[in-house]
């Protein structure tokens, strides 16, 4: 039971793994962009949580109402811009602009909110559980992965069954024939950012509540993203859950054999999957 407990626990902690990634695979997938800053902006989101907070006194939940459309702002700012600027053949300018974007993240997060960690209070759900068939779930997490769940639903519903899907689907298809039909494919670049952003500003927020950050924290959630979006498949939002609920279960087993194993137990996750299927377990399909 101790052995299922802590697979099952591992699958729930994937689903926050999943939100981090999903915003990752979307910009992937539409135009081909490697965000380095993304761990940064997933701290940024939770700031921001932590704020709204304390101005308004709002349950962190309900804090979302503020948080999700202004990352989805900064996303479509960010995007217009600045990063629409460094795309191209070559993949190094994205690199090395979102590289010094996530050094400017974190040192103006050190600025403003110092290096304490940080913590969102959302009460009583913190600890909250329910039991089922002898284990004890933590009605957080169980949340945590319903939302992840309901997130990719939407993104993947949005990418095949809706006119901004189709430009989406386009635009990363052959962007310029796009162009020649009439998409202004900055728009829609611009538009694909927003909508990341707003699933990492979800992220953020349930992240604050779960566990205390600092400025310093988005490498590692960056890593996490990163290894979950390869575990399932570069693009494929599905596979990004997938991914992350292997990537949790390989942290929960490791740690359940030794406390000291839990981030290395993922990491020798990922490189075995990488290893056996290079381009992940469910490869994007064209549809």
Do not use: C
């Amino acid at each position: 039971m101790e052995w299922l407990n802590a697979i099952v626990q591992g699958a729930l902690l994937g689903g926050l793994y999943a939100l981090f990634a999903a915003g990752l695979s979307l910009i992937f997938g539409v135009m081909r962009l490697v965000n380095i800053a993304h761990g940064d902006l997933i701290v940024l989101a939770a700031y921001l949580g932590l704020t709204v907070t304390a101005a308004t006194g709002l349950h962190p939940l309900l804090a979302l109402v503020v948080v999700v459309p202004a990352m989805g702002a900064i996303g479509y700012a960010l995007q217009r811009g600045l990063l629409n600027q460094t795309l191209g053949d070559d993949l190094l300018p994205p690199l090395l602009v979102t590289f010094g974007l996530s050094v400017i993240i974190q040192n103006g997060l050190l600025e403003v909110y110092s290096a304490d960690p940080q913590k969102l209070d959302a009460g009583a759900l913190e600890t909250a559980s329910l039991s089922v068939g002898g284990l004890s779930l933590g009605i957080l997490p169980v949340l945590t992965f319903a939302v992840a769940v309901a997130v990719i639903w939407a993104l993947q519903w949005t990418f095949y069954h809706t006119s901004l899907g189709r430009a989406f689907r386009a635009v990363s298809d052959n962007q310029d024939i796009a162009q020649l039909m009439g998409l202004n494919r900055r728009h829609v670049f611009g538009l694909a950012m927003a909508l990341a952003l707003v699933v990492t500003g979800i992220a953020g927020i349930l992240l604050g509540i779960r566990t205390s950050f600092d400025p310093s924290i988005g490498g590692g959630r960056l890593i996490f993203a990163f290894e979950a979006v390869i575990i399932g498949g570069l693009g494929n939002l599905w596979g990004t859950l997938a991914g992350g609920v292997i990537l949790g279960v390989a942290q929960t087993v490791g740690a359940k054999i030794d406390p000291g194993w839990q981030l290395l137990a993922g990491h020798l996750a990922f490189l075995f999957i990488l290893a056996v299927r290079p381009n992940g377990l469910f490869p994007r399909v064209a549809a």
